[in-house]
T-cell receptor, first 114, second 110 residues
Framework: DADVTQTPRNRITKTGKRIMLECSQTKGHDRMYWYRQDPGLGLRLIYYSFDVKDINKGEISDGYSVSRQAQAKFSLSLESAIPNQTALYFC?????????????FGEGSRLTVL | GIQVEQSPPDLILQEGANSTLRCNFSDSVNNLQWFHQNPWGQLINLFYIPSGTKQNGRLSATTVATERYSLLYISSSQTTDSGVYFC????????????FGKGTHLIIQP
């Protein structure tokens, strides 16, 4: 089983719908991240969290919100999806105790907004 | 913020060939990672290498932090090496997390 699990792996939805992508991890890491990837581009940071009570905006947070329900769970919400949010979304974790900020990624969630 | 440039953007090679992928970054870094994104979209950690040289089988990487670049070497390429290779860095300022380059798209032909 993957250490960083994302659900759903694929989702097709319509403009205006609310969508939640969920991430859970068994690595025991304290830091969690959500990234977005568009075709032909690298990944861009949406939000990150250092612990349950800490949420920080990344480079492209507009139109998204997050919730850190527990150390192991970090969800990304699109309150009213729009077509330009069609992308591949990745969750990642890192362990601050190591001091090296190495990131480990989930398998990705492919979202299509029609 | 820090800028990350990867070259070449595209590379087509025959099976068995060797290749060198380059990553230039605009500021000093605390973290540099190389990833392979396979055709199914999965991101696979290759190296954590903010400085120095590491090797793992047919792959090796070198980061010269003082000159702000990193190189990924792939020897004796196999078709399963195809995909996109990303360099990502963390400079210590601004938002946490990694800043990614746009990647090198590698195609290994049989």
């Amino acid at each position: 089983d993957a250490d960083v699990t994302q659900t759903p792996r694929n989702r097709i939805t319509k403009t205006g719908k609310r969508i939640m992508l969920e991430c859970s991890q068994t690595k025991g890491h304290d830091r969690m991240y959500w990234y977005r990837q568009d075709p032909g581009l690298g990944l861009r940071l949406i939000y990150y969290s250092f612990d349950v009570k800490d949420i920080n905006k990344g480079e492209i947070s507009d139109g998204y919100s997050v919730s850190r329900q527990a150390q192991a769970k970090f969800s990304l919400s699109l309150e009213s999806a729009i077509p330009n949010q069609t992308a591949l979304y990745f969750c990642a974790t890192s362990d601050s105790k190591t001091g090296i900020r190495e990131l480990f990624f989930g398998e990705g969630s492919r979202l299509t907004v029609l | 913020g820090i800028q990350v440039e990867q070259s070449p953007p595209d590379l087509i090679l025959q099976e068995g060939a060797n290749s060198t992928l380059r990553c230039n970054f605009s500021d000093s870094v605390n973290n540099l990672q190389w990833f392979h994104q396979n055709p199914w979209g999965q991101l696979i950690n290759l190296f954590y290498i903010p400085s120095g040289t590491k090797q793992n089988g047919r792959l090796s990487a070198t980061t010269v932090a003082t000159e702000r670049y990193s190189l990924l070497y792939i020897s004796s390429s196999q078709t399963t090496d195809s995909g996109v290779y990303f360099c990502a860095v963390y400079s210590g300022g601004g938002a946490d997390g990694l800043t990614f380059g746009k990647g090198t798209h590698l195609i290994i032909q049989p």
